[in-house]
């Protein structure tokens, strides 16, 4: 499947759930049938799930950013599919994205934390489904041991630690969340995404020093959890 508008566009209507039920038959199977559209569909996610999670910023300048990182460690290949992706997102989004805050909260880190969202509960093995049904329904105990068991047997290792990570830090297993976390390589997609929080689990333990230093890095990183990182930082010092 190509980069193209109307492949965006199906991507975003699938993710909001606006499919028919004959298009959204049509898609699932697409999606079982071919791996490279499963792998779009990941990357698709992961920026828009990075843009939704940035609140006021500015959209067009954080996807550029993006687009920068990749380039220092992808292809050129890669950077016309971040260009496409990011020229839909601001068409489909920049008008209309509101912005959003945590208005009330007792503490940094829940005034930052978000858990990351399960990009699919339709697709995969019986176990995978079931892992990621239970982690969408906020089960996070129960759904551990699936994901566990995916971290053998996926070629998305890093996507499951980053929802492993997750469901440590819902059940206060902060140092198994570190784990999953630190794991995943600077190459990964969801590098940035995993060193956000690891920030934020840092930030849970009351481990101050530890915190900044990843905040920092985040900071030189230069990517799409740059500002975040800056205003949290802002806020401890």
Do not use: H
Request: hydrophobic content about 40%; glycine content about 4%; overall charge negative.
């Amino acid at each position: 499947m190509k980069w193209t508008e109307e492949a965006l566009d199906k991507m975003e209507a699938y993710l909001a759930g606006t499919l028919n039920d004959d298009d959204l038959r049509s898609f699932e199977a697409a999606l079982e049938e071919n791996q490279e559209l499963e792998d779009q569909l990941s990357v698709y996610q992961a920026m828009r799930t990075a843009m939704e999670d940035q609140g006021s910023i500015d959209f067009r300048r954080k996807l550029q950013q993006f687009e920068a990182g990749q380039g220092k460690r992808g292809k050129t290949r890669d950077l016309i599919i971040y260009r496409k992706i990011a020229a839909f997102l601001v068409v489909a989004f920049g008008l209309t994205w509101g912005i959003i805050r945590l208005t009330t909260s007792p503490s940094l880190f829940e005034k930052y934390y978000q858990p990351y969202p399960i990009e699919s509960v339709k697709r995969g093995s019986e176990d995978s489904v079931k892992g990621a049904s239970l982690y969408q329904a906020m089960e996070y105990e129960k759904a551990i041991p699936y994901l566990l068991m995916q971290l053998e047997v996926s070629e998305e290792t890093d996507l499951y630690r980053l929802y492993l990570g997750n469901c440590y830090l819902q059940t206060n297993q902060e140092p198994l969340a570190v784990v999953q976390f630190s794991s995943v390589e600077d190459s990964s997609p969801y590098y940035q995404f995993t060193q956000w929080y690891l920030a934020l689990t840092f930030l849970k333990k009351e481990a101050m020093e530890d915190t900044k230093k990843v905040l920092s890095a985040i900071i030189v990183y230069d990517g799409l959890y740059k500002d975040r990182a800056e205003e949290l930082l802002k806020e401890i010092d």
